[in-house]
């Protein structure tokens, strides 16, 4: 099986276009393009790579070589709770320092149950160190 071939079953398993794969994508994946990648004309550049593995949530590995398990580990399943988690990355990465903080303690509620060390003590312990 080769990157095409795989591609190919990936969007063909997802039921999606070419065009509709280029805009899932946000049009990092030409759809132009897509039937050559598919048909082993071309090969995708690893911006195109790396978009397409994290459309379809797969590995590399699996797109270039076929090797390993072909979906990646999934640390959030929820598409909502994958959503948040984006929301709060991205405040938290914010040159703002209160929108940093907001991100914090609302990751530290949103996720106490299943934290054993609050983010802050962590920050805390690592800038001591």
Not at 22 to 50: C, H, L, M, Q, W
Not at 96 to 120: C, H, K, S
Request: hydrophobic share 40%; net charge negative; aromatic share 10%.
């Amino acid at each position: 099986m080769t990157l095409g071939s795989r591609l190919k079953k990936l969007r063909l398993d997802a039921g999606l276009s070419h065009a509709e794969l280029s805009k899932a994508t946000n049009g990092a994946v030409s759809g132009g393009n897509i039937s050559r990648y598919e048909n082993d004309i071309i090969f995708p550049t690893v911006p195109t790579i790396i978009a397409l593995c994290n459309y379809f949530n797969i590995t590399s590995d699996w797109l270039l070589f076929g090797m390993e398990s072909q979906k990646k580990a999934e640390v959030i399943s929820d598409p909502d709770l994958q959503y948040a988690y984006e929301i709060l990355k991205e405040l938290y990465q914010s040159p703002n320092p209160n929108l940093r903080g907001w991100a914090i303690i609302t990751f530290e509620n949103a996720f106490a149950d299943y934290i054993e060390e609050p983010l802050q003590q962590v920050q805390k312990r690592k800038k001591d160190a």
